[in-house]
């Protein structure tokens, strides 16, 4: 089943990794990929609280910072978290039917 996923390191999750049209599967191989996405889907939310909390200490550092530059590299940084959050809500509402 792996083959049909890779794990994406920005993200910290397996996404769906299709050679082919999903079309082209057959019923017996969609039904595996499926039941494999929904496990993965299950985990996203509790992978974006862990990036919520890494968000909240984050915060917690820059409202404390007083060095401009280290203000703007923790900016930057709760924004790539952000933005992680907001890619893993669209991989949660992906059709299940990919």
Avoid: V
Wanted: net charge negative; with cysteine; proline share 4%.
């Amino acid at each position: 089943m792996s083959s049909h996923f890779s794990y994406n390191r920005r993200l910290k999750i397996d996404l769906p990794c299709l050679s082919k049209e999903w079309s082209m599967y057959p019923s017996h191989l969609k039904e595996a990929i499926l039941l494999e996405w929904e496990r993965i889907r299950g985990a996203i939310p509790d992978r974006i609280g862990e990036i919520d909390e890494e968000i909240e200490e984050l915060q917690s550092r820059l409202g404390e910072e007083e060095d401009f530059e280290e203000s703007c590299r923790l900016n930057s940084e709760i924004s790539e978290k952000a933005s992680q959050i907001n890619d893993l809500w669209i991989w949660y509402r992906t059709s299940p039917y990919m």
